[in-house]
């Protein structure tokens, strides 16, 4: 059974900074490609960012490019986002997501419950 569990979201101003964590249980941890999806109220759930099994490949969404950084600890189990200068429109829930295959197909098996990231004025 593979678990995830976020952490790090909270409230920050605009022009704030928060990094996410997501802990990954289970022994192929490192085998996985790891996304981050996010899900605003009344919107769908949209691709942030995905980083390969290494962590020597990375893919972002064109509007994170530049703010948004993935990378991960394969001795930790633990996947990270780091968002800079963050907008009031990034305000939603977080996700992170596991799998085998390529870092630019979107479809995911493994889902955390997401951690909730508020950015205000």
């Known amino acids: 059974q593979v678990q995830l569990v976020e952490s790090g979201g909270g409230l920050v101003q605009a022009g704030g900074s928060l990094r996410l964590s997501c802990a990954v249980s289970?022994?192929?941890?490192?085998?996985?490609?790891m996304g981050w999806f996010r899900q605003a109220p009344g919107k769908e759930r949209e691709f942030v960012s995905a980083?390969?099994?290494?962590?020597?490949?990375?893919y972002y969404a064109d509007s994170m490019k530049g703010r948004f950084t993935i990378s991960r600890d394969n001795i930790k189990n633990t996947v990270y986002l780091q968002m800079n200068s963050l907008k009031p429109e990034d305000t939603a829930v977080y996700y992170c997501?596991?799998?085998?295959?390529?870092?630019?197909?979107?479809?995911?098996?493994?889902w955390g419950q997401g951690t909730q990231v508020t950015v205000s004025l």
């Open positions: 289970g022994r192929t941890f490192s085998s996985y490609v």
């Open positions: 997501a596991g799998k085998y295959g390529s870092i630019r197909d979107e479809r995911y098996d493994y």
């Open positions: 980083i390969n099994w290494s962590g020597s490949s990375t």
